[in-house]
Nanobody, 123 residues
Framework: QVQLVESGGGLVQAGGSLRLSCAASGRSFSRYGVGWFRQAPGKEREFVAA????????SYADSVKGRFTVSKDNAANTVFLQMSSLKPEDTAVYYCAAARGTYSEFERAYNYWGQGTQVTVSS
């Protein structure tokens, strides 16, 4: 069992930056790929970024490429999502999720989910 807790969300002006953290407990994070997803009000949850268990490969949604960076610190059992050049359309609840031995842009690949952290970008 893996427990995930997101943190780092908040209110930021357009053009600003935030760094989200996803801390894992319960089991070593080292063999888990991690994805970030987000859900805006009235919309379905969507893929944002993902990283392999080794941290060697990453994947991003087109809407965040060049602005967001995902990284992984296995020693600290933590994954980060650095978000820059934020836009009002980035406003959403951001979730991290873990999948043993894989990473994916599809929700169904993930076994464990955090509770989410709110990101609000004002114009």
């Amino acid at each position: 069992q893996v427990q995930l807790v997101e943190s780092g969300g908040g209110l930021v002006q357009a053009g600003g930056s935030l760094r989200l953290s996803c801390a894992a407990s319960g089991r070593s994070f080292s063999r888990y790929g991690v994805g970030w997803f987000r859900q805006a009000p009235g919309k379905e949850r969507e893929f944002v970024a993902a990283i392999t268990w080794s941290g060697e490969a990453t994947s991003y949604a087109d809407s965040v490429k060049g602005r967001f960076t995902v990284s992984k610190d296995n020693a600290a059992n933590t994954v980060f999502l650095q978000m820059s050049s934020l836009k009002p359309e980035d406003t959403a609840v951001y979730y991290c999720a873990a999948a043993r031995g894989t990473y994916s842009e599809f929700e169904r690949a993930y076994n464990y989910w955090g509770q989410g952290t709110q990101v609000t970008v004002s114009s």
